[in-house]
């Protein structure tokens, strides 16, 4: 299913941790590391698709994730010719995505990535936010860098339970707990940002 200009319509999931570190990928037999992402089905909205992709290639379900943004618009990039299948050039150019910001709420264990006969992955970890682009193939890291920073806005504020002592003052007494604090929300959203409903 391409469009008019030959770009096939795709999600970009970037998945967090509740200290901000996203799932990091490397994709089977090889040494690229990337996010998963998947192609949006004909009668798919991009939403759908995400989901379908987030079981498919990490085996997390809806109950596993909350969404938090999703980019504004497509995101294009252009794949080189001789990554293309012979039957598909001339008429093919590359990927038109939206991405996904999404919060884990399972565990770790509750990942997997043979969820499917035909695994993407076969080995991930949890990674700083700003991922090593140079670890993602080249085409590709363009959107990876514009996705990233569109979506860098509305990480969700972790409270760490030691700011008072790193910032040299002591927490009033009624603050002091012995168990770790709990996360803040994730600030409201500017007018007309492209939160889901």
Known sequence: ???R???RPNVGIILLNQRNEVFWGKRI???S???PQGGIKHGETPEQAMFRELHEEVGLTPEHVR???RTRDWLRYEVPDHFIRRDARGH???QKQIWFLLQMLGRDCDMNLRATD???FDAWRWNEYWVPLEAVIEF???VYEMALTELARYLPRINHHNRYLRAGMRPPHRERHSGPMPLEPAAAPPEGDPRPD
């Open 1 to 3: 299913m391409l469009d």
């Open 5 to 7: 200009e030959g770009f």
């Open 29 to 31: 037999r090889t040494h």
């Open 33 to 35: 590391w990337q996010f």
């Open 67 to 69: 969404i938090i943004a």
């Open 92 to 94: 093919y150019r590359g």
């Open 118 to 120: 035909h695994p993407e």
């Open 140 to 142: 590709k890291r363009g």
